[in-house]
Structures are given as C-alpha cells and as structure tokens.
C-alpha cells in the first residue's frame, strides 16, 4: 500500500508564495456585517409596528364584538348591532392596511437609502483597492525588470 501525500506542507508553501492584503477582505466583512446590522433594525422596527397595528385591531375587533354578541331585547336589535359591526369593521380594515402601507413604504424608503449608502461605499473601496493593485503590480513589474 502506498501512503497518501500530506499536503499540508505544499499548501502552507503555496500560500506564503502568494502573500494576500486581507484589510480589503476586513473592510469588507465590516461593512457587510454593518449593513446587515442596519437592514435588521428596519426589518425588527417594521415587524415590531405591524405587531402594535395588529393587537390594536384586534382588540378593537373582539371590543366591537361583544356588542353583537350581548342579548338583545328586540329581534332587530341583533341586526342593527351586526349592521354597526360590519360598518365599524369595515373602517377600522382601511385605517389598519393604510397604517401597514406606511410601514411598507417606510421600510422600503429606508432600504433604498441603505442599499445607496452600501453601493457608494462598495465603489470607493473598490476604487481604492485597484488602485493599490495596480501601484502593487507596477512595483513589482520595475522590480523584475531591474
């Protein structure tokens, strides 16, 4: 039987041959790790109102409930009380879903503004970085030459 090459050594050699900047790679984690702080903070802020707007409705809803629930004296009391729970209901969908079309368009206005802010970042490391190479490659091309 043969014994399989450890290829520890030949990698550890390879990769000292080609020494690579890891401050882009940090930079880069940094502001990945700091964008995806923010986006959350909007996520958990937007999920956070949507859950208020929600209780609130139903509590509202369950309130206006019992009125149609409670025992009623005359037959056409339960259906005026059910014709006043359709109404107010009714109302209180359209103020809700406008409420969480506020939430929508905040979140979506900030995730705007965030992935801007992300996109002009990118580009002026990316800037700095070919740059820094190509400055990198020049040296060491005159060196070769020398």
Known sequence: ?????????????????FPV???????????SAAL???????????AEKSNEISTKWTKET?????????VKTEPADY??????FASST????SENLAAFAEIAKKVQAETVELMLAAGKDITE????????????VTKAA?????
Do not use: H, R, Y
């Open 1 to 17: 039987m043969t014994q399989a090459q450890d290829f520890t050594k030949i990698m550890q050699d390879m990769v000292g041959a």
């Open 21 to 31: 900047d890891t401050t882009a790679f940090e930079g880069a984690f940094k502001n």
């Open 36 to 46: 995806g702080d923010k986006m959350s903070k909007v996520a958990l802020t937007a």
């Open 62 to 70: 369950l309130a206006k409930l019992s009125a149609v629930s409670a």
């Open 79 to 84: 259906s005026k009380a059910l014709t006043e």
């Open 90 to 93: 009714a109302e209180m969908a």
């Open 125 to 136: 490391e990316t800037n700095a970085a070919v740059n820094k190479a190509t400055a990198d």
């Open 142 to 146: 005159k060196a070769a030459t020398k």
